[in-house]
């Protein structure tokens, strides 16, 4: 195994891997020899392995003291997630910035805690895929701490990850933040606003559920535009982006029989699913939400009303 410092180059059998992440395993940058520096040469401190996932909610024990380049909008909540973590480094993708520049907001939260973090650009590097952005990512916002290591706008993806790699645990952690999950319609079918689509659970199956989290499926796999069936879904579109990554949930939802949409990014702040109903401007639907008479420039509240409306007058019909 060689390393390189812009993108690790692996000999014989492939790194470790599972659904949706890829650990990046490298040897510190520290002379060779066996066991002590050779003459004339500094040892130098081990650096952080580089985790790539599709999500930030897909990782676990293992992100701790890494650098985790991961396909989640850079917003407070994914940050929040991170920061449980104790990652070392953070990299997320900016989800086109969007209203109140939600898509970034996690990187001054993380600066708070002394944790490096940057985004890449959402027309760089697909949204929910963090192998595409370590490919072609090219980054467009940095904190300060990620800065000083080196990391700056418009540099690949990879090579930030590598300066990143010298950040040190800060041996601090986030507060607890509340669940973002909050009932908006008790009357049968329920309605329910949800900052992460990670949230959605058993007992939101047939109900309407209203996320913050972007609608890019994760690694491009259809079974993970959402993990119950729910009666329809809304998502937020992170400015749509390069190969319309921010929508790709869409025609799979479509396929499993689910209506669904994207609210505009300018119009409903990323991970925050109460902006994303009260805010939110539709930009896209699928088939089978148009057949319910939902459109691009509807506002998410008539989303909500005319799926739950259509239910209810279809479970009297039955």
Same mark, same amino acid.
């Given at each position: 195994?060689?390393?390189?410092?812009?993108?690790?180059?692996? &000999?014989?059998?492939?790194?470790? &891997?599972?659904?949706?992440?890829?650990?990046?395993?490298?040897?510190?940058?520290?002379?060779?020899?066996?066991?002590?520096?050779?003459?004339?040469?500094?040892?130098?401190?081990?650096?952080? $392995?580089?985790?790539?996932?599709?999500?930030?909610?897909?990782?676990?024990?293992?992100?701790?003291?890494?650098?985790?380049?991961?396909?989640?909008?850079?917003?407070? /909540?994914?940050?929040?997630?991170?920061?449980?973590?104790?990652?070392?480094?953070?990299?997320?993708?900016?989800?086109?910035?969007?209203?109140? &520049?939600?898509?970034?907001?996690?990187?001054? /939260?993380?600066?708070?805690?002394?944790?490096?973090?940057?985004?890449?650009? /959402?027309?760089?590097?697909?949204?929910?895929?963090?192998?595409?952005?370590?490919?072609?990512?090219?980054?467009?916002?940095?904190?300060?701490?990620?800065?000083?290591?080196?990391?700056? $706008?418009?540099?690949?993806?990879?090579?930030?990850?590598?300066?990143?790699?010298?950040?040190?645990?800060?041996?601090?952690?986030? $507060?607890?933040?509340?669940?973002?999950?909050?009932?908006?319609?008790?009357? &049968?079918?329920?309605?329910?606003?949800?900052?992460?689509?990670?949230?959605?659970?058993?007992?939101?199956?047939?109900?309407?559920?209203?996320?913050?989290?972007?609608?890019?499926?994760?690694?491009?796999?259809?079974?993970?535009?959402?993990?119950?069936?729910?009666?329809?879904?809304?998502?937020?579109?992170?400015?749509?982006?390069?190969?319309?990554?921010?929508?790709?949930?869409? $025609?799979?939802?479509?396929?499993?029989?689910?209506?669904?949409?994207?609210?505009?990014?300018?119009?409903?702040?990323?991970?925050?699913?109460?902006?994303?109903?009260?805010?939110?401007?539709?930009?896209?639907?699928?088939?089978?939400?148009?057949?319910?008479?939902?459109?691009?420039?509807?506002?998410?509240?008539?989303?909500?009303?005319?799926?739950?409306?259509?239910?209810?007058?279809?479970?009297?019909?039955?």
């Amino acid at each position: 195994m060689e390393f390189s410092l812009s993108f690790p180059v692996w &000999q014989g059998k492939q790194p470790p &891997q599972r659904a949706g992440f890829l650990l990046v395993l490298h040897p510190p940058l520290s002379a060779k020899s066996s066991g002590r520096p050779s003459p004339g040469r500094n040892l130098l401190p081990d650096l952080a $392995p580089i985790l790539t996932a599709d999500s930030i909610t897909r990782v676990g024990s293992e992100a701790a003291g890494a650098v985790v380049v991961n396909g989640s909008h850079g917003g407070i /909540y994914a940050a929040y997630l991170a920061g449980k973590l104790r990652v070392a480094a953070a990299i997320f993708n900016d989800a086109g910035v969007g209203r109140d &520049q939600a898509g970034i907001g996690g990187l001054d /939260y993380l600066e708070g805690f002394g944790v490096p973090a940057a985004a890449v650009g /959402y027309d760089t590097a697909r949204i929910g895929d963090g192998a595409d952005m370590m490919a072609r990512g090219l980054v467009t916002y940095a904190n300060e701490s990620a800065r000083a290591l080196g990391c700056r $706008p418009g540099m690949a993806c990879r090579d930030a990850a590598a300066w990143l790699r010298r950040a040190g645990p800060t041996g601090r952690e986030p $507060p607890p933040e509340r669940e973002g999950a909050f009932l908006l319609v008790t009357a &049968q079918p329920a309605a329910w606003a949800l900052d992460s689509a990670s949230l959605v659970g058993a007992e939101h199956v047939g109900t309407v559920v209203v996320t913050g989290s972007h609608g890019g499926l994760l690694g491009g796999r259809p079974e993970t535009a959402l993990k119950y069936d729910a009666l329809a879904a809304l998502f937020n579109d992170a400015g749509i982006g390069i190969d319309e990554a921010g929508v790709s949930r869409l $025609p799979a939802l479509g396929a499993r029989g689910i209506a669904a949409g994207t609210v505009a990014a300018a119009s409903a702040r990323i991970g925050d699913a109460r902006s994303s109903y009260e805010d939110g401007i539709l930009s896209r639907v699928n088939p089978h939400a148009a057949a319910l008479g939902i459109a691009p420039g509807m506002t998410a509240r008539e989303f909500v009303a005319l799926t739950c409306r259509v239910a209810a007058e279809r479970g009297r019909r039955a």
